[in-house]
């Protein structure tokens, strides 16, 4: 891991190869399942998506509501909670609001060729966390701060940090790959 913290154009901290090898391949399995699953329905944001830009949304927290020690998704995510991030508060003031959060959800989008995700916040949430796996050859499917015309420097595998009420979207995908090419997992923090 390799941890690295932004102040412009907003603070904002990315965890590089956040994920172990061998998580990953448990994670890409694990989400590869979820082809079958119907959209998540009191979700209108995400089954919307669905409907018009060729990409799929599930959240994860309803499909282990009652087991997400089952999840390997959610079982290696939750190691975040062992980085102590409050200790970061001096290079990223959000991570204060952390140790206050009592919820959290975690969706997941797949994208292939011709997805996109269109500009929203990330509505009553503190903070998200972001993380791409990169599946196959794509271009553009860039993620964007529209407000600042910022896209962070993300990798595969990099877990990006920032305050939930920025507005953001993710650029058309573009790619000769059959099938899914990207994978976001995405978690929200709220203070409920």
């Known amino acids: 891991m390799n941890i690295k913290h932004f102040s412009h154009p907003f603070y904002h901290t990315i965890i590089y190869n956040f994920f172990e090898k061998h998580e990953i391949s448990k ?10 699953i119907e959209p998540h329905q009191n ?35 939750n190691k975040v909670n062992d980085l102590n991030l409050a200790q970061f508060t001096n290079k990223n003031p959000f991570f204060g609001y952390f140790p206050f959060t009592t919820t959290d959800v975690t969706f997941v989008q797949k994208y292939k060729n011709e997805s996109f995700y269109p500009s929203h916040t990330d509505g009553n949430a503190i903070l998200t966390f972001l993380c791409p796996l990169y599946l196959q050859e794509f271009n553009e499917g860039k993620l964007n701060f529209i407000s600042h015309n910022y896209h962070p420097p993300l990798e595969h595998n990099s ?7 920025e507005i953001h979207e993710l650029s058309q995908i573009e790619s ?8 976001s997992i995405n978690r929200r923090y709220f203070m409920l």
């Open 43 to 77: 979700d209108n944001h995400h089954s919307n998506l669905y409907k018009f830009n060729n990409t799929i949304s599930f959240c994860v927290d309803d499909l282990f509501a009652n087991n997400r020690e089952n999840s390997s998704l959610l079982r290696s995510l």
């Open 27 to 36: 994670i890409v399995n694990e989400i590869s399942n979820y082809d079958e």
């Open 159 to 165: 877990l990006l940090i920032f305050p939930s009420y």
């Open 176 to 183: 000769n790959c059959d099938g899914y090419v990207r994978y």
